[in-house]
């Protein structure tokens, strides 16, 4: 392929080194000083505590082992690691060349996991391989954020005023979306759907055309909500009575239990480890409600903890955009915020679900949920903003000085 060559090219030549050094920092040194660096790693390595703590007595009970979850989790920690080592050295342009290419190969999984995919829950939405499952929803949402903020730079001109420039990148990626809502996963599909037509707003498109988006955004969801009928027994439940009266011990199970985790765990929690629910009593304790598994044994201040550690990364994420903009570099800059978006946004939504203001979407909590696709291709993303920030760190400081 056209890019991998160039790949190879760009690797033997001189250039490789001097991007590695840009501004006279290597790009192991930017890493180091990046105040992303921290927040991430808190994010993750609490993760794996309380993966550890809301996994065990199911591993135990399934698979005989206590650290099974952990294990796993701690194998999918360290290929993203190694993984996210490649990314950083790859340089931004070459990213944008790839994106079509990666798109394209996304889609290509999401029709596999179709046909070969592994049932989970009446769900087709993971592929074998080994003794591990790849979801190829969760690398198709990068693709379609690096695919469209690729888009926008060769059309940025016509974005703003040819409606047919805008039209474009959202059908062809709804198309993509409508894969995903066939495995089924809506919420994966809303979320990304979400994150394109923000990334469109930044793009430039009217506030009319952003509106309409919208509005058909809503219409889109409501289509696939009234198409199956658990989404309209789950979207019913959800804007039902209080799920304590109506169906407690049915329909509205799992959310009465996170709810119940909540009330127990207070201002501080119970205590690492400690907390009951996750005995069985609270379904899928160590992936999408791992959330209420934190608020029972750390409390509110646990809690919100957390969430200021999230609001971190989506503060730098855009930071890293605008300085972006800043220095010219729109690709980095639309990336940037694309991902920034779709951090917050799905932690923002497994918290809403996680106390009811929203319906149960099926999403992991960024680094944090056990989780193999989802933490591998977060590390990726987030290997992606800090090779931006490496980037675009020396060009903005020579823009800089060149003002004063």
């Known amino acids: ?38 927040v991430v790693m808190t994010l993750l390595l609490f993760g794996l505590v309380m993966v550890a703590s809301a996994s065990m007595p199911i591993a135990e009970r399934l698979y005989h082992d206590p650290f099974h979850y952990l294990t796993r989790q701690l194998i999918f920690a360290t290929l993203g690691f190694l993984l996210g080592l490649i990314v950083l050295q790859i340089p931004l342009h070459l990213w944008e060349k790839m994106s079509p290419a990666l798109l394209l190969g996304s889609a290509v999984l999401l029709v596999l996991v179709l046909l070969v995919g592994v049932k989970v829950n009446g769900a087709s939405r993971w592929i074998p391989i080994g003794p591990f499952r790849l979801q190829p929803s969760e690398f198709t949402k990068l693709a379609a954020y690096l695919y469209l903020a690729s888009y926008l730079v060769r059309h940025r001109d016509k974005v703003s005023t040819d409606l047919a420039a805008v039209l474009r990148p959202i059908a062809l990626l709804a198309g993509v ?8 996963d809506l919420g994966a599909a809303f979320v990304m759907m979400a994150v394109v037509i923000g990334m469109m707003w930044l793009g430039g498109v009217k506030p ?4 309409l988006f919208i509005l058909l955004g809503v219409l889109f969801v409501s289509i696939a909500i009234m198409m199956e009928p658990f989404r309209m027994a789950r979207m019913a439940s959800f804007l039902g009575d209080d799920p304590f009266l109506v169906d407690p011990k049915g329909k509205n199970y799992q959310i009465t239990q996170a709810l119940i985790a909540y009330g127990r765990g207070g201002w501080q929690g119970l205590g690492l480890g400690e907390g009951l629910q996750k005995l069985f009593y609270l379904p899928e304790a160590h992936t999408d409600f791992i959330l209420a598994v934190i608020a029972e044994e750390l409390g509110l201040f646990g809690t919100l903890s957390v969430v200021l550690l999230f609001s971190l990364v989506v503060w730098k994420a855009f930071q890293i955009a605008a300085r972006a903009s800043e220095g010219h570099q729109p690709f980095a800059s639309y990336l940037a915020y694309g991902i920034g978006i779709w951090i917050g946004l799905q932690a923002l939504i497994n918290l809403l679900v996680n106390v009811n203001l929203a ?27 800090m090779r931006i920030e490496f980037e675009v760190g020396p060009i903005v400081e020579r823009k800089r000085r060149g003002n004063r």
């Open 177 to 184: 979306s409508v894969l995903i809502l066939v495995e089924p």
């Open 208 to 211: 009319s055309q952003f509106a």
């Open 359 to 385: 319906p149960t979407k099926g999403l992991t909590l960024p680094l944090v949920s056990y989780g193999g696709s989802s933490l591998i291709v977060m590390m990726i993303a987030i290997a992606l903003l």
């Open 1 to 38: 392929m056209k890019f991998l060559q160039e790949w190879f090219v760009w690797a033997k030549s001189g250039e490789a080194k001097k991007r590695q050094t840009a501004g006279g920092r290597s790009i192991s040194r930017s890493v180091y000083q990046s105040a992303l660096l921290p």
